[in-house]
């Protein structure tokens, strides 16, 4: 069974960047296929993908937080993580760490997720 767990700091100041842990259990992040994804979801609002790193280290990303974000890995850690800069209180969500398989857009397996708030 496959287990993922956010970590990071609940409060973020506005222009600061947001660093976010994802680690992993249960399984290892370089299996074949395997899809690590970062989502949030604002308050009052629905999901937004942010982006993932793929079983074969290359990162993707939603268009519109691009240049603001990197998801990156340490496979000796089996934890991938997400920096987000330059943040603005419309960046306010829980963050949620996830999984899927190539090939298919649905989430086999979800962290429970983290509020992160930006104010000053």
């Known amino acids: 069974q496959v287990q993922l767990q956010e970590s990071g700091p609940g409060l973020v100041k506005p222009s600061q960047t947001l660093s976010l842990t994802c680690t992993v259990s249960g399984g290892s992040i370089t299996t074949n296929n395997c899809y690590w994804t970062w989502i949030r979801q604002p308050p009052g609002k629905g999901l937004e993908w942010i982006g993932n790193?793929?079983?074969?280290?290359?990162?993707y990303y939603n268009p519109s937080l691009k240049s603001r974000t990197s998801i990156s890995w340490d496979t000796s850690k089996n934890h991938f993580t997400l920096q987000l800069s330059s943040v603005t209180p419309e960046d306010t969500a829980v963050y949620y760490c996830?999984?899927?398989?190539?090939?298919?857009?649905?989430?086999?397996?979800w962290g429970q997720g983290t509020q992160v708030t930006v104010s000053s």
């Open positions: 996830a999984r899927h398989l190539g090939g298919s857009s649905l989430v086999d397996y």
């Open positions: 790193i793929a079983y074969s280290g290359s990162s």
